[in-house]
């Protein structure tokens, strides 16, 4: 099957798995496997974080992230498609008794500040004391600007806000930008990372902050269920793909964009695609037709009012210009 609906299809290569097979371990919540520790200290030291914190799935640590900035009561502030909103079944409201302010974002994808700024609540008994700005890079795609990260940055100092991003696919725009994870997390408090995406383990995140904030992590980690024991087959894969597949990144995006304009080509009604995302509009039609009709010819994407198709380390370039003729091919039958 060539999958696009995401790169959290991607599976474990042979020699993902055989890191895996030879990795040791311990048992973590006694801070025992040495393959975590490994995993955590290569993490701190991208960051350039002090300390960093292994959980198995990005939104557990978004969550425990936002159980440690905020006290029942708090809020933070935070985009309206973020996932950290939106798409986490709202677990820091439920679990941490702390409210999400939502605002809209930019085209861009950054949280204007003026804005962020009038959310941001007087110290008044009627609200919610204001704690956080949480931001996503990359986000639906788009690379967060250096000089608005380092404004974001002065303006939770100002503020006295703390800064967190949801830095899921931050190695995209790491890799976009041709600068180093350290050179956007530093215009961080927290950041989380996802293994389990572009970067192909089959598990797996990261929560990177300061020694002290870490420390708590991990007691909201093992509350929330996610102190594993012989992690360590898990964290090789994260090793792993931290060493061997972050530089080709660069592959994925350049195939979005070989797919982007392959799609144009033909007639297909291609809005944007930033990293490695493509994002067109199908006639109302097609919305139903053109999914079931791929999925006959081994090809998978999840056509919408929007569609997305999100290019990782299981479809090359081959497996694209399959998709784009059998695009055709529809088209010829429409
Ligand atoms: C996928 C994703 C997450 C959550 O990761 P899971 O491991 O699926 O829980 C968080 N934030 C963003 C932006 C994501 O894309």
Request: aromatic share 6%; with cysteine; proline share 4%.
């Amino acid at each position: 099957m060539i999958d696009l609906r995401s790169d959290t299809v991607t599976r474990p290569t042979q020699a993902m798995l055989n890191a895996m097979i030879q990795a040791e371990t311990g048992d973590d919540v006694y801070g025992d496997d040495p393959t975590v520790n490994k995993l955590e200290a290569e993490a701190a030291r991208l960051s350039g974080k002090a300390a960093a914190l292994f959980l198995p799935t990005g939104t557990q640590a978004n969550l425990v992230a936002l159980l440690c900035h905020c006290q029942r009561g708090e809020e933070y502030i935070v985009g309206q498609l973020a996932h950290n909103y939106k798409y986490e079944a709202g677990g820091a409201a439920v679990l941490g008794s702390i409210q999400p302010q939502p605002i809209a974002a930019a085209a861009d994808g950054t949280l204007p500040l003026d804005v962020v700024a009038q959310y941001i609540k007087p110290d008044d008994v009627h609200f919610a004391i204001t704690r956080l700005l949480s931001l996503e890079n990359t986000h639906n795609g788009k690379v967060l600007p250096v000089e608005y990260l380092q404004q974001a940055w002065t303006f939770t100092r100002e503020r006295n806000l703390a800064l967190h991003i949801d830095g899921a696919r931050i190695f995209n725009a790491a890799v976009a930008l041709q600068v180093p994870l350290e050179a956007l997390a530093r215009y961080s408090d927290t950041l989380t990372i996802c293994l389990s995406k572009g970067l192909g383990t089959p598990v797996g995140s990261l929560l990177c902050g300061s020694e002290e904030f870490i420390r708590r992590a991990r007691r909201w980690r093992k509350m929330t269920g996610g102190g594993m024991r012989q992690a360590g087959i898990l964290a090789a894969a994260g090793l792993y793909a931290l060493e061997h597949n972050v530089a080709r990144l660069k592959d994925d995006h350049d195939n979005a964009a070989w797919l982007a304009e392959a799609l144009r080509d033909i007639g297909v009604d291609v809005t944007r695609c930033d990293t490695n995302m493509v994002f067109l509009r199908l006639p109302e039609a097609q919305v139903t037709t053109l999914g079931p009709w791929m999925q006959e010819r081994g090809i998978l994407i999840s056509p919408g009012a929007i569609t997305r198709l999100v290019t990782h380390l299981d479809v090359n370039r081959e497996a694209l210009q399959q998709l784009v003729s059998q695009w055709q091919a529809f088209l010829a039958t429409q």
